[in-house]
Antibody, heavy 118, light 110 residues
């Protein structure tokens, strides 16, 4: 079964850090670009970051650029999102998604909740 | 960068057709043929239903179709069914090498 499972979400204080993971199974992970997309409670979807198949090219949304870092380990079938200098407005469900191409996240995980609050 | 503009809500009766619009600019929708549409049920992850303006992923009902004219993309759902009641989001590739989403449209099937 093709599956993406996110983990690492937690309650963290403003200014803190968190690392999210997304473990893939059921497909050849290294063949696909990957995305992180978030959704604040009761709000719409927002692009966070994307990475190409070998990790050489990385893209970020304007609201996270300079604070978040995307990476991947193809040997471990895992996608990561390192989040630093967290703010209350980063509170959201974070989804990882397999991409048809860089502009089309197609298969989504169930999401992991990040809450930034003191 | 502002979100793409979608109507907050649309409604229709079973068997009817409805269209949801998604308006952007020449830097996103108007400049690229990379518009996607997603369906999301409450508490669930989004599901891709249209990509590259009008392409259907495998397994998605052909009652869903997409199109684009200028800076506006559209999603049409024909033969509306009760299970289509959900939130719908559009997205577009942008010239700043990013992805921009719409604010979402709540579809109510009366």
């Amino acid at each position: 079964e093709v599956q993406l499972v996110e983990s690492g979400g937690n309650l963290v204080q403003p200014g803190g850090s968190l690392r999210l993971s997304c473990t893939a199974s059921g497909f050849i992970f290294s063949n696909y670009a990957m995305h992180w997309v978030r959704q604040a409670p009761g709000k719409g979807l927002q692009f966070v970051s994307a990475i190409n198949t070998n990790g050489d090219n990385k893209y970020y949304g304007s609201s996270v650029k300079g604070r978040f870092t995307i990476s991947r380990d193809n040997s471990m079938n895992t996608l990561y999102l390192q989040m630093d200098s967290l703010r209350s407005e980063d509170t959201a469900i974070y989804y990882c998604a397999r991409a048809l191409h860089l502009a089309a996240p197609s298969l989504w995980g169930q999401g992991t909740l990040v809450t930034v609050s003191s | 960068q502002s979100a793409l503009t979608q109507p907050a809500s649309v409604s229709g009766s079973p068997g009817q057709s409805i269209t949801i619009s998604c308006t952007g600019t020449s830097r996103d929708i108007g400049g690229h043929n990379y518009v996607s549409w997603y369906q999301q049920y409450p508490g669930k992850a989004p599901k891709l239903i249209i990509y590259d303006v009008s392409q259907s992923p495998s397994g998605v009902s052909h009652r869903f179709s997409g199109s684009k004219s200028g800076n506006t993309a559209s999603l049409t759902i024909s033969d509306l069914q009760t299970e289509d009641e959900a939130d719908y989001y559009c997205s577009s590739y942008t010239s700043s090498v990013s992805l921009l989403f719409g604010g979402g449209t709540k579809l109510t099937v009366l």
